[in-house]
T-cell receptor, first 112, second 112 residues
Framework: ETGVTQTPRHLVMGMTNKKSLKCEQH?????MYWYKQSAKKPLELMFV???????ENNSVPSRFSPECPNSSHLFLHLHTLQPEDSALYLC???????????FGQGTRLTVV | TQLLEQSPQFLSIQEGENLTVYCNSS?????LQWYRQEPGEGPVLLVT?????EVKKLKRLTFQFGDARKDSSLHITAAQPGDTGLYLC????????????FGTGTRLKVLA
């Protein structure tokens, strides 16, 4: 138990569906992250939020839309995804600059 | 762009053997973390190294941070099947932002 919870753990969606991934942390961290992990590829940083403000968008397609209503919650809204978007999506939170990140268990997304 | 290159990419060894995994960059990091990830799960933090030249031990695992804080190594002594997994190094941007990037990963398999 890392203190970071992601739901759902598994998601299968069609290319025309709209779904959302949720991440919650109660570690008192102010930074939250979305990463994408595809098979045999390095972890790719997607978005970074610090105190609810987006500080990084790593050229992510607009079919991925993040939302951070407060420092404890982070969402990733998905719409009109492609099969190549199938991957493990990981959420992480982090405290002060220079400290380590703590990860949720991930959402295994399959786009059909 | 800060890149963290890990080597080797894949490693398959017999139980009882020793191994070393390397994490290299051309950039300086304020700290480096090592994580281990099991299939379908989020990365779990193993250690943080902060000071150049620092050596940390965690049972059979020895972590070293390079003097210039640009590289790190993970040495496992007498590997066991339970050490099997994906090993990731990660670094925090020293400029003070919350950008947190991961290495390319080393997939280790220890055969009984």
């Amino acid at each position: 138990e890392t203190g970071v919870t992601q739901t759902p753990r598994h998601l299968v969606m069609g290319m025309t569906n709209k779904k959302s991934l949720k991440c919650e942390q109660h570690l008192g961290h102010n930074a939250m992250y979305w990463y994408k992990q595809s098979a045999k590829k390095p972890l790719e940083l997607m978005f970074v939020y610090n105190f609810k403000e987006q500080t990084e968008n790593n050229s992510v397609p607009s079919r991925f839309s993040p939302e951070c209503p407060n420092s404890s919650h982070l969402f990733l809204h998905l719409h009109t995804l492609q099969p190549e978007d199938s991957a493990l999506y990981l959420c992480a939170s982090k405290g002060a600059v220079g400290t380590e990140a703590f990860f949720g268990q991930g959402t295994r997304l399959t786009v059909v | 762009t800060q890149l963290l290159e890990q080597s080797p990419q894949f490693l398959s060894i017999q139980e009882g053997e020793n191994l070393t995994v390397y994490c290299n960059s051309s950039s300086v990091f304020s700290s480096l973390q090592w994580y281990r990830q099991e299939p379908g799960e989020g990365p779990v933090l193993l250690v943080t190294v902060v000071t150049g030249g620092e050596v940390k031990k965690l049972k059979r695992l020895t972590f070293q941070f390079g003097d210039a804080r640009k590289d790190s190594s993970l040495h496992i002594t007498a590997a066991q099947p339970g050490d099997t997994g994906l090993y990731l190094c990660a670094g925090a941007n020293p400029s003070g932002t919350y950008k947190y990037i991961f290495g390319t990963g080393t997939r280790l398999k220890v055969l009984a």
